[in-house]
């Protein structure tokens, strides 16, 4: 597998399994319809940590152009690798909600709120602020990639570990990192929807455009440029406070 199908397959599971909650959650005469916030945070948690554990040995399981951004940033990833990886996160996030699309087909009828079908596929503010939501962004996209590396970095393994760093998926580290983003969703997602992956957005945002989804309303394109900026600067800032903590 390439690093290129890697970072497709994983941001197509991740959407896949994420953006399929929110559909159980939103979509009516659903076995999931109104199950809650939590449902929602674990759902998301758990598609990451299955997505990292999928392809973290081909490509490091990025699955996030705001940690692609992150590691170029501070010299873990060549710049000129940054398109391949961004590239392939979003063709997976696109591919991941016409999925949830197609395996929801019968509810996108049943369902009469324009609101709850988009919020299937990407984020909205609970209080449209263009700034605080931005700062929201930023703010659980920094916790995110900060943690993120911490919890993958060297220098917490023993002698062992390090043998064997590449296998590491065999071990809990993903499911660390799923429990991250399931945190952030707890205690950091409610102003914004917590997108913190510009592809987890943006991807499904296209599809939702493209997509012939009965009764849908508009993308909210006006609000989109903020789950994607607000990551890109979080993931940026959250990568360079590693380095100075870490290297």
Not at 184 to 199: D, E, K, M, V
């Amino acid at each position: 597998m390439s690093v290129f199908t890697a970072e497709l397959v994983g941001t197509f599971l991740l959407i896949l399994l994420g953006g399929g909650v929110c559909a159980n959650v939103s979509l009516k005469k659903t076995g999931g319809h109104n199950s809650g916030w939590i449902v929602i945070t674990a759902g998301w948690g758990l598609a990451v940590a299955i997505a990292v554990y999928a392809v973290v040995n081909v490509s490091g399981a990025h699955i996030n152009p705001a940690v692609t951004l992150g590691l170029a940033s501070i010299g873990e990833l060549p710049w000129h690798d940054v398109p391949k990886y961004v590239a392939a996160q979003m063709l997976g996030a696109i591919l991941g909600a016409a999925t949830v699309w197609l395996a929801y087909l019968p509810h996108w009828e049943a369902t009469d709120d324009p609101a709850a079908k988009l919020g299937v596929f990407s984020t909205a503010p609970a209080i449209r602020k263009p700034f605080a939501n931005l700062l929201c962004e930023i703010i659980g996209t920094f916790t995110l990639v900060l943690g993120v590396l911490a919890i993958l970095s060297p220098e917490v393994m023993n002698a062992e570990e390090k043998i064997i760093q590449k296998e590491w998926a065999l071990g809990l580290k993903p499911l660390l990192v799923g429990l991250l983003v399931f945190s952030i969703g707890l205690s950091l997602g409610g102003p914004t929807g917590y997108a913190i992956n510009p592809a987890r957005d943006l991807g499904p945002r296209i599809a939702h455009a493209l997509l012939p989804i009965h009764g849908k309303g508009g993308s909210d394109w006006s609000y989109a440029w903020v789950p994607v900026v607000g990551p890109c600067i979080g993931g940026v800032l959250g990568a360079w406070v590693y380095k100075m903590l870490w290297i």
